[in-house]
C-alpha cells in the first residue's frame, strides 16, 4: 500500500488538511499529529469501531478534550491510529474483501497463539507478526 493510498484511508486531503503522497509527508503528518477527523473517517469507513479506537488509539475522555480544544492527535496516538489502518488494509488485501478482513482481525487465531490479531494491533511488533501472519495467508499457507 503506498502512502497516499494509506492517506486515503485516513479520510484523504480533507481530513488530514495536508497532501500525502509520499513516505515522508505520511512521517510528517503523522509527527505534527493527525486532525482528529481522520480519526473520525476512519470510524466512519467501518475500517475500526468506536470501542476500539478507545482500546488501540486513544482514550475516550481524552479524544473529547481533544475535540473540544481542536487539538489533533499527539505524534504517538497518530502512528497508533496509522497503524491500525495499514494493518486492515493489509488483512482487506490478502484476504480479498473488507467484510472478510474485518472478520478476520476479530477472531482469535490459532497462529497467533489464540489472541484476536486486531488486539495485538497496540504495539508495533505485535503488527509486525500480524503481517507475517498475513504474508503467510497470501502465500497460501496455513495460517
Known amino acids: 500500500m503506498t502512502p497516499h493510498q494509506l492517506a486515503q484511508r485516513l479520510g484523504g486531503r480533507r481530513a488530514l488538511k495536508r497532501r500525502v503522497d509520499t513516505e515522508f509527508d505520511l512521517i510528517d503528518a503523522i509527527a505534527s499529529g493527525l486532525p482528529v477527523p481522520a480519526l473520525e473517517s476512519v470510524i466512519r469507513k467501518g475500517i475500526v469501531t468506536p470501542g476500539e479506537v478507545y482500546e488501540l488509539v486513544i482514550p475516550r475522555r481524552t479524544l473529547a478534550h481533544r475535540k473540544d480544544r481542536g487539538q489533533p492527535l499527539t505524534a504517538e496516538e497518530s ?6 489502518v495499514r494493518v486492515a488494509a493489509r488483512a482487506e488485501e490478502a484476504l480479498g474483501a473488507a467484510d472478510r478482513a474485518a472478520r478476520w482481525l476479530r477472531k482469535p487465531n490459532r497462529a497467533l497463539e489464540g489472541k484476536r490479531p486486531l488486539d495485538l494491533l497496540e504495539s508495533d511488533l505485535g503488527a509486525r507478526v500480524v503481517e507475517r501472519v498475513l504474508g503467510r495467508i497470501e502465500q497460501g499457507l496455513a495460517a
Open 79 to 84: 502512528d497508533r491510529l496509522t497503524r491500525v
